[in-house]
């Protein structure tokens, strides 16, 4: 069972940067994929972004293209949501989720039913 504890959340004015963090235990984390969804209130949760097992992969969802970058680090088992340019539609609580099957180690999952393992989201808050 993996392990993903966020942070990183705050409340920042629009056009501001943000760099959440998941930080992943319980197996390798060459083994983990892990991706960054975000549930606004009122709304269901949504894919935001991912990367791949072995880092080669990036998927992002087109409202984020250009402003977030996913990134991983082996060294601290973590993976990483730089976010810039922030607009209050980005406002949400964010979730950290790993892999559910064994995928091939380049390739990114997108859709919900593909991530296991959740994290308890961190909030991001953006005022106008």
């Given at each position: 069972?993996?392990?993903?504890?966020?942070?990183?959340?705050?409340?920042?004015?629009?056009?501001?940067?943000?760099?959440?963090?998941?930080?992943?235990?319980?197996?390798?984390?060459?083994?983990?994929?892990?991706?960054?969804?975000?549930?606004?209130?009122?709304?269901?949760?949504?894919?935001?972004?991912?990367?791949?097992?072995?880092?080669?992969?990036?998927?992002?969802?087109?409202?984020?293209k250009g402003r977030f970058t996913i990134s991983r680090d082996s060294a601290q088992n973590t993976v990483f949501l730089h976010m810039?340019?922030?607009?209050?539609?980005?406002?949400?609580?964010?979730?950290?989720?790993?892999?559910?099957?064994?995928?091939?180690?380049?390739?990114?999952?997108?859709?919900?039913?593909?991530?296991?393992?959740?994290?308890?989201?961190?909030?991001?808050?953006?005022?106008?």
């Open positions: 069972q993996v392990r993903l504890v966020e942070s990183g959340g705050a409340s920042v004015a629009a056009g501001a940067s943000l760099r959440l963090s998941c930080v992943t235990s319980g197996r390798p984390f060459s083994d983990i994929a892990v991706g960054w969804f975000r549930q606004a209130p009122g709304k269901e949760r949504e894919f935001v972004s991912s990367v791949s097992r072995n880092g080669n992969a990036k998927e992002y969802a087109d409202s984020v810039n340019s922030l607009k209050s539609d980005d406002t949400a609580v964010y979730f950290c989720a790993s892999n559910r099957f064994n995928n091939h180690p380049s390739y990114a999952p997108t859709a919900d039913y593909q991530f296991g393992s959740w994290g308890q989201g961190t909030q991001v808050t953006v005022s106008s």
